[in-house]
């Protein structure tokens, strides 16, 4: 293996797969990880996270295909062997041993001499700000003190890359979103290649440096969470990533980069990228986030309107559920920043409906 290409990724998967009999849990996948970099990888229930990660840990071996850590090829590498930590959604911490014992415990495993241990323990126990209940058991600390400690347990036999399965689902909102911001300062001062897996786009998109939205086994696109909101490769990571209103319309014309499509008896403009070979006249989905559309008075010069089915206040800002009169359309979700707005627009409301955007993103129709 050159060594060029063992300096630019810490963690490196060529052509992966894994079948589980018939299911193809991962198709010939391909990703890598940077050094110090937190690549997430987002996806619905079933797509392939964890065997991705159960085989970059070595828990299972690949059908075909490679897996490196630092530049090595660690297929028949051990688990062991290969420096990873490691904390899971169940985190799994030995109920009758102490704090210490617990995070001490790969460590005494590796045969480090008690007082390194000690040290190093210490060590992991300021890093997630737990020092001072080494000698209590899990059943006596709370759930986000215990994920911390498996978080600490992870850390401290200094692994190269730190692999984390849905750690904090089983916390509540709030804590979960003090441990996301914890972990992503830890990370970030240890400067370790992190793989985080979550099924919660909220999460990915706040935590990771770059993400890998998954489907049925294929990563679909590598980005940052900017890039995958902004600019989604295909229809299923558009619909995946955030809220999107997805809108039947029309092509009517066609220049050089844009399309302009029929929405009711509206338009919009949208960029080409996904419409490469559509005619005018073709049936186009138009995919609108809720924040790129806003409501004013029903007025001759917007072709859009509807009446107000809902509307909700969520504090920092209202959503409003529009009904539209587009054919295959039900109601469209409206994003507007500030609290003003349950009154304004309330139940029954005429509405006319405005893209505040120029260019929205438009896919072919499916199906
Ligand atoms: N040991 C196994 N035997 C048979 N099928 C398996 C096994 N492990 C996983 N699968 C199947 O492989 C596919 C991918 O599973 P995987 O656990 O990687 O999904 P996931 O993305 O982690 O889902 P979740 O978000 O629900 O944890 C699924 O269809 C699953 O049922
Ligand atoms: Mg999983």
Wanted: proline letters at 5%; a neutral charge.
């Amino acid at each position: 293996m050159s060594s060029s290409r063992a300096s630019s990724s810490a963690v490196s998967l060529n052509a992966v797969s894994k079948s589980f009999g018939a299911i193809a849990a991962l198709k010939a996948t391909s990703l890598d990880i940077r050094p110090g970099e937190l690549m997430t990888l987002l996806g619905p229930s079933g797509c392939g996270k964890t065997t991705l990660l159960n085989i970059v840990a070595g828990f299972l071996s690949a059908d075909a295909g490679d897996v490196a850590i630092e530049g090595q090829r660690v297929n028949d590498v051990p688990t062991f062997q290969r420096q990873i930590g490691m904390m899971f959604q169940s985190y799994a911490l030995f109920p009758h041993m102490t704090v210490e014992a617990n995070v001490g415990y790969g460590l005494k495993m590796r045969g480090m001499p008690r007082a390194d241990i000690h040290r190093r323990v210490q060590d992991a126990l300021v890093l997630v700000k737990l020092q001072g209940l080494e000698a209590r058991k899990p059943s006596q600390l709370s759930g986000g003190q215990q994920q911390r400690i498996a978080l600490a347990r992870a850390l401290v036999i200094e692994p190269k890359v730190l692999l984390l399965d849905e750690p904090f689902s089983a916390l509540d909102k709030s804590l979960r979103g003090s441990m996301q911001i914890e972990l992503k300062d830890i990370q970030r001062k240890l400067g370790i290649a992190t793989i985080f897996v979550t099924h919660d786009q909220s999460e990915a998109l706040s935590l990771s440096d770059r993400l890998a939205v998954m489907s049925e086994g294929v990563i679909r696109q590598v980005g940052t969470p900017h890039e995958v909101y902004a600019d989604p490769a295909d229809r299923f990571v558009a619909s995946f990533i955030g809220d999107v209103n997805v809108i039947p319309g029309v092509i009517e014309s066609l220049d050089d980069g844009r399309a302009t499509i029929r929405v009711g008896n509206g338009h919009v403009g949208a960029s080409r990228t996904h419409l490469a070979d559509a005619a005018p006249g073709t049936p186009v989905d138009v995919f609108v986030r809720p924040e790129q559309i806003t409501l004013a008075a029903p007025r001759e010069e917007i072709p859009l309107t509807g009446k107000v089915h809902a509307s909700v206040f969520q504090g920092g800002h209202t959503d409003v559920l529009v009904d539209v009169g587009v054919e295959g359309m039900s109601t469209v979700l409206v994003r507007l920043a500030g609290p003003a707005h349950v009154a304004r627009w309330a139940k029954g409301a005429p509405v006319g409906v405005v893209f505040a955007v120029d260019t929205v993103l438009a896919f072919p129709k499916s199906g």
